[in-house]
Structures are given as structure tokens and as C-alpha cells.
């Protein structure tokens, strides 16, 4: 079936350590995205990406880092430069024309122990 | 930048229509979409409108007001199922900027 797989569901990060989740999509899309949702709000964009080995920064990008070298792959690395990681982050992909709906993984809970 | 305002949250009654209105101020625009999200979930698409007027689609119905930069969400018939957040997200050149959206409580 076609989607969006977010690995892990669940990832607990260490302070001081980076973690990377993976985010992987087999609808032929051209533009990837990264949002973080803090509890009660709504999606703040980390990274976008519209073609393969390229990318730009979003509303939140500080403490965040990203790679686009195919195009079914967009990974999101925390790391440790972001002091306050602990949210849900999702990506989304959507087709390259004007006008398509973005599309979502299930999402990635990240908890810092 | 972008500026977007929905109501925080609002409650309902089974089997009644609300309204859900979304303003937004943002650096460009080509279209206007809505989502739906359940705690904990990713949020689902639900409408789309690029042009002024109304969109429906089955109990969702979706208004734009490009000039006013607003938007609403119709939802009749209300479930029980239909109890989750709203977003409203303008979108502009494949860049999706989304509210904080509106939390729906729908009671029997």
C-alpha cells in the first residue's frame, strides 16, 4: 500500500545525545515536510524539502538538522543543540503541483529522560 | 511571516451544525486547506477551497473569503466521532502553514 512510515512510534533521547527518526515514502512525491506539535498546539514546520538534495529551513529549523538524497527519504536528526526536543513530529509529503494536499505519517513521539 | 486564528475550542451538541471560522494573514497564498486530528493521530485532510465561495463535501462543507483572508468549517449533523481538532492551513507554493486549531467537543 501506498503511505508514509515513520520509524520509531515511540523514541527516548538522552540529554546530550542526537536521535534521528526516519520517514519514508513510496507516493512518488516530490516535496517532504517535518512539523513538531507541542501538546495543545498546532504544527510548527522544521524543514521542507521540494526536490532530492535539496532543502530549506522552516519556521523552527535551530537545533535540527535534515537530508534529502532520495527521494522516497527525508530523516530528522535532533540533536543535541535543541534543549526542549520533547514532542510529536510528524511528516508529510505532498506531490510537486500547486494546489495538492499534504500528506501525514503516524507520527513519532519524542521524550527526553 | 503568518499570522492564523481560529478559536481555541468550542462545544456542540450531537446531531447539531457548527461553524468553526479561521482568519490568517500570510506571506502569499494559492489555496486554503482543513484537517481534522484526533489526540494523538496525524490529521486527515477534509477540504480544499482555492476560490472564493463554498466548497462542500457530504456533512464538511468549507467557505474562503480571499479578500477578508477568512475561512470557516461547516459540519452538520454532528457525531460523536466528530470530537477532535480542527486546522485550518494556508498554503502557499507547496509551504502548508497551519493554526492551532479549534478543538471540538461534540456531546450527546
Known amino acids: 500500500d501506498g503511505g508514509i512510515t515513520q520509524s520509531p512510534k515511540y523514541l527516548f533521547r538522552k540529554e546530550g545525545q542526537n536521535v534521528t527518526l526516519s520517514c519514508e515514502q513510496n507516493?512518488?512525491?516530490?516535496?517532504m515536510y517535518w512539523y513538531r506539535q507541542d501538546p495543545g498546539q498546532g504544527l510548527r514546520l522544521i524543514y521542507y524539502s521540494q526536490i532530492v538534495n535539496d532543502f530549506q529551513k522552516g519556521d523552527i529549523a535551530e537545533g535540527y538538522s535534515v537530508s534529502r538524497e532520495k527521494k522516497e527519504s527525508f530523516p530528522l536528526t535532533v540533536t543535541s543543540a535543541q534543549k526542549n526536543p520533547t514532542a510529536f513530529y510528524l511528516c508529510a509529503s505532498s506531490p510537486k503541483s500547486s494546489g495538492n494536499t499534504i500528506y501525514f505519517g503516524e507520527g513519532s513521539w519524542l521524550t527526553v529522560v | 511571516g503568518q499570522n492564523i486564528d481560529q478559536p481555541t475550542e468550542m462545544t456542540a451538541t450531537e446531531g447539531a451544525i457548527v461553524q468553526i471560522n479561521c482568519t490568517y494573514q500570510t506571506s502569499g497564498f494559492n489555496g486554503l486547506f482543513w484537517y481534522q486530528q484526533h489526540a494523538g493521530e496525524a490529521p486527515t485532510f477534509l477540504s480544499y477551497?482555492?476560490?472564493?465561495g463554498l466548497e462542500e463535501k457530504g456533512r464538511f462543507s468549507s467557505f474562503l473569503s480571499r479578500s477578508k483572508g477568512y475561512s470557516y468549517l461547516l459540519l452538520k449533523e454532528l457525531q460523536m466521532k466528530d470530537s477532535a481538532s480542527y486546522l485550518c492551513?494556508?498554503?502557499?507554493?507547496?509551504?502548508?502553514?497551519f493554526g492551532s486549531g479549534t478543538k471540538l467537543n461534540v456531546k450527546p
Open positions: 492551513a494556508p498554503y502557499n507554493f507547496n509551504k502548508f502553514y
Open positions: 507516493l512518488n512525491h516530490d516535496a
Open positions: 477551497n482555492v476560490l472564493d
